[in-house]
C-alpha cells in the first residue's frame, strides 16, 4: 500500500522558516516525480514545488521561487520542502503529492497524495 506521509507544519512568524517532510512508502520511486501543493480556505490547490525523484531537477512556482527549496533523500524516502521568509499568503494545507514519470504543475495528474499539513504564517 503506497503511503505518502507529511509532517513539520505549524504556525510561524512572518519572515521565519519550516520544513516540511514527506516520507514514501509502500513501492520505489525512483521513476517518480514528487512534489508540494497548497490549498488555503476558499481556494483552489495550487502547485508550488515537485522533483523529479531520479534526477533531483526541480520546478518551482513563481510564488515562491528563491524562498522554497524542494528537495530528496533517497536513503530515507523522504522528500523535503524547506521554507524561508513566510509570508502570511503562505498560509495553507500543504500536501505531497507524486505521480509516475515526468513532472507536472496540474493536481489532477497526480496518483498518489498525503494528508496535508497546516501551515500558518502570521503578520
Known amino acids: 500500500q503506497v503511503q505518502l506521509v507529511e509532517s513539520g507544519g505549524g504556525l510561524v512568524q512572518a519572515g521565519g522558516s519550516l520544513r516540511l517532510s514527506c516520507t514514501v512508502s509502500?513501492?520505489?520511486?525512483?521513476?517518480?516525480?514528487m512534489a508540494w501543493f497548497r490549498q488555503a480556505p476558499g481556494k483552489e490547490r495550487e502547485f508550488v514545488a515537485a522533483i523529479r525523484w531520479s534526477s533531483g531537477s526541480t520546478t518551482y512556482a513563481n510564488s515562491v521561487e528563491g524562498r522554497f527549496t524542494i528537495s530528496r533523500d533517497n536513503a530515507k524516502n523522504t522528500v523535503y520542502l524547506e521554507m524561508n521568509s513566510l509570508k502570511p499568503e503562505d498560509t495553507a494545507v500543504y500536501y505531497c503529492?507524486?505521480?509516475?514519470?515526468?513532472?507536472?504543475?496540474?493536481?489532477?495528474?497526480?496518483?498518489?497524495w498525503g494528508q496535508g499539513t497546516q501551515v500558518t504564517v502570521s503578520s
Open positions: 503529492a507524486a505521480r509516475r514519470w515526468r513532472v507536472t504543475t496540474i493536481s489532477d495528474d497526480y496518483t498518489y
Open positions: 509502500g513501492r520505489t520511486f525512483s521513476n517518480y516525480a
